[in-house]
């Protein structure tokens, strides 16, 4: 069982930047494809970025250009860096942790951290 918690949401004025932080315990962190997601309420959740076990990221939609994702194996530690953040970009953030095991799909969710860009 993998427990992941995220941290350094907040409110963020247009333009500002945040790091957000999501800590792992509980499994072998480096296995995993590490993923952060957003959600506004009343939608679907959406995938922002993706960093593999091997250290290949993938970006979707406005994170391209302006996000940035890494991962600290030694921290267990996956990083979500936001730049020139939108009043759009607001909405809980939710760590996601992914591997197959034994040919079975493995994930995990955090609680999610909360980002609001307003002025």
């Known amino acids: 069982q993998v427990q992941l918690v995220e941290s350094g949401g907040g409110l963020v004025q247009p333009g500002g930047s945040l790091r957000l932080s999501c800590a792992a315990s509980?499994?072998?962190?480096?296995?995993?494809?590490m993923s952060w997601y957003r959600q506004d309420p009343g939608e679907q959740r959406e995938l922002v970025a993706t960093?593999?076990?091997?250290?290949?990221?993938d970006y979707r939609g406005s994170a391209k250009g302006r996000f940035t994702i890494s991962r600290d194996n030694d921290k267990n530690t996956v990083y979500l860096q936001m730049n020139n953040l939108k009043p759009d970009d607001t909405a809980v953030y939710y760590c996601?942790?992914?591997?197959?095991?034994?040919?079975?799909?493995?994930?995990?969710w955090g609680e999610g951290t909360l980002v609001t860009v307003a002025s």
């Open positions: 996601h942790a992914y591997r197959i095991a034994s040919g079975a799909e493995v994930a995990y």
């Open positions: 960093i593999t076990s091997g250290d290949d990221t």
């Open positions: 509980g499994g072998i962190f480096s296995l995993y494809a």
